[in-house]
């Protein structure tokens, strides 16, 4: 996925933020790149755009295999461990971002159940910031980028 695609999606939810923040995070793959958790109660920021280049570590992998990442977390990264975004083969050309979900096996879902839908880009974080807050979870971070047959976290 070129750079020029990920930087409309980032400024796509950039724009469509009331707050106007920057709050999906590129994931390079290392947990050490990751946002750490912060004690001043501010929140990180994500990935700001635009961007130069970027090679997903996601790239010929599946959603799970993302999910299976983000739950694999350290306790000091600050990502949201319910919810996550992709770009995938479909992002182009049909202007969508992929919302993500893994059950809590409670209201969302059985335990460790994976959901995922399309949302047109433009209104992603929106659509992700109401499921958080209907669950008074903290702000989503994970983002990513997509190639053929693969995902990448948005």
């Not at 469509?16 to 994931?27: I, M, Q, Y």
């Not at 209201?107 to 992700?128: N, V």
């Amino acid at each position: 996925m070129s750079a020029e695609t990920i930087n409309s999606k980032l400024e796509q939810a950039y724009i469509t933020d009331e707050r106007a923040a920057w709050k999906l995070w590129l994931v390079t793959g290392d947990y050490d790149d990751a946002p750490k958790k912060r004690t001043d109660n501010r929140l990180n920021e994500g990935t700001a755009a635009p961007i130069q280049s970027f090679t997903s570590p996601f790239a010929g992998k599946t959603i799970e295999d993302a999910a299976e990442w983000l739950k694999n977390a350290p306790e000091d990264v600050d990502l949201n461990r319910m919810f996550f975004a992709v770009l995938d083969d479909r992002s182009e050309s049909d202007d969508t971002i992929t919302l993500c979900r893994i059950g809590d096996g409670g209201m969302e879902g059985k335990k460790g159940e994976l959901q995922y839908f399309p949302e047109e880009a433009w209104g992603a974080q929106i659509y992700l910031e109401t499921m958080m807050a209907a669950l008074s979870t903290t702000a989503c971070r994970v983002i990513n980028a997509g190639s053929k047959s693969g995902v990448s976290l948005i």
